[in-house]
């Protein structure tokens, strides 16, 4: 007879794991937040780590953003052509990129490009104890590597986010008018009538901060809690990207529904 | 203070994201040239709005001169209650009427004042008292319907499909 226990415990023993996680990474992001005054008065950890999380992840960005913008450009031709309201391409770009596209994908590319590099190099560092050592020296871990981290995701993300939806307009610019000679006075006349600063582009940078402060949360902690082992680091960094990307989802879903309804 | 080249690099970086944000604003998203107008607000009542909703535009003769701030309904009139956002740049005679419009077959509702010919002036917490509702699509169809019924019918143009011919 099959033992259907084994599964059920199973079952049981990742949802409890889950809530567990889920308890103690809140704890995590509330001691980050405690153990921040060192980044503010050493601004320059900070500055260090923006280098690296978003100085480094701006080619990605820039480049993607380009081509996420073409292909809204061609696709999006190719379908309003049959209306005959090819004029309307800026809107279409412009309003899914700056609502959506650009802080979602620019979200997602900082958590695989950032995000897994910074779970991997605080994991390696709890490995090689790096962190225990700082402890011995009274140096905290917390303020002098997580932390600065932390913050520099927070500002990078935003500012990321909006170069991608530039790049993205710029790139539908490109496939919609020089490629297909849509009106070029249409093209930005319409985009500028149909997106408003406060409630289409403000929107998306709030979303962009708030993905910002999960992946770098979630890439953190996922650095500090991996196994001391090379096994453990290379779970960890793999459950980074997988986090960050459900969490980006269902995040950007509550907040769309949150502001479509502070909309009307 | 020495300086580094990771000073650089962060400030190269916040001011292509700054720059960014600026063309977001000003190029995509029309900032400034319209939101920085002073508005007064003035209030019209309709039977039927149809589709417009909140900020939606105020058009006069084609041209965008305020927005819609805000639609509530009157459960003592049974009425919609529209409050216009008007240019202040614009001024408009007390007699002018609101109506409700669409552009074009299906596009997007709008209201369209139609100044009048009064010396007085609207102002603030005025309330336009000439106003036309919107056209439903649905009413108007079945009007055509009804009135095409009643009417006698044609004499027709095939003598074969003809029963009434003597």
Known sequence: ?264 | MERTTIDLWFGAFVTAGFVALLVLALKVGNLGSERAAQTYRVEARFDNIGGLKVRGPVRSAGVLVGRVADIRFDNDRFQAQVTLALDSRYTWPKDTSASILTSGLLGETYVGLEAGGDDKKLVAGDRIQITQSAVVLEKLISQLLFSKASEPPAPAPAPASAPSRK
Request: aromatic residues 10%; neutral net charge.
């Open chain 1, 1 to 264: 007879m099959l033992d259907v226990r084994r599964p059920l415990a199973r079952l049981g023993h990742n949802f409890i794991e889950g809530l567990w996680r889920a308890g103690s990474m809140a704890r995590f992001f509330g001691l980050v937040i405690a153990s921040s005054a060192t980044s503010f008065v050493r601004f320059r950890l900070v500055m260090r780590e923006v280098y690296f999380t978003g100085v480094l992840s701006l080619i990605i960005i820039i480049v993607s953003g380009l081509f996420v913008g073409m292909v809204l450009g061609l696709q999006g031709y190719e379908t309003l052509q049959r209306y005959g309201a090819t004029e309307s391409i800026g809107v279409l770009v412009a309003l899914s990129l700056v609502r959506e596209l650009g802080p979602v994908v620019a979200a997602l590319l900082f958590a695989s490009r950032a995000g897994s590099a910074i779970t991997a190099e605080i994991g390696l560092m709890k490995t090689t104890e790096q962190l225990t050592a700082m402890d011995m020296m009274a140096v905290s871990p917390m303020a002098r590597v997580i932390a600065p981290r932390f913050w520099a995701g927070i500002i990078s993300m935003p500012i990321l986010s909006l170069l991608f939806s530039a790049m993205g307009v710029f790139g539908g610019y490109v496939v919609g008018v020089v490629l297909f000679g849509v009106d070029n006075g249409a093209f930005w006349s319409q985009m500028q009538a149909a997106v408003e600063f406060r409630y289409d582009v403000l929107n998306g940078l709030l979303k962009a901060f708030v993905f910002g402060i999960a992946v770098t949360v979630i890439a953190t902690f996922e650095g500090y809690d991996a196994p001391p082992t090379a096994e453990g680091v290379s779970g960890a960094t793999t459950r980074t990207v997988v986090t960050s990307a459900l969490t980006i989802l269902a995040l950007d879903f509550v907040l769309t529904a949150f502001m479509l309804r502070a909309d009307t």
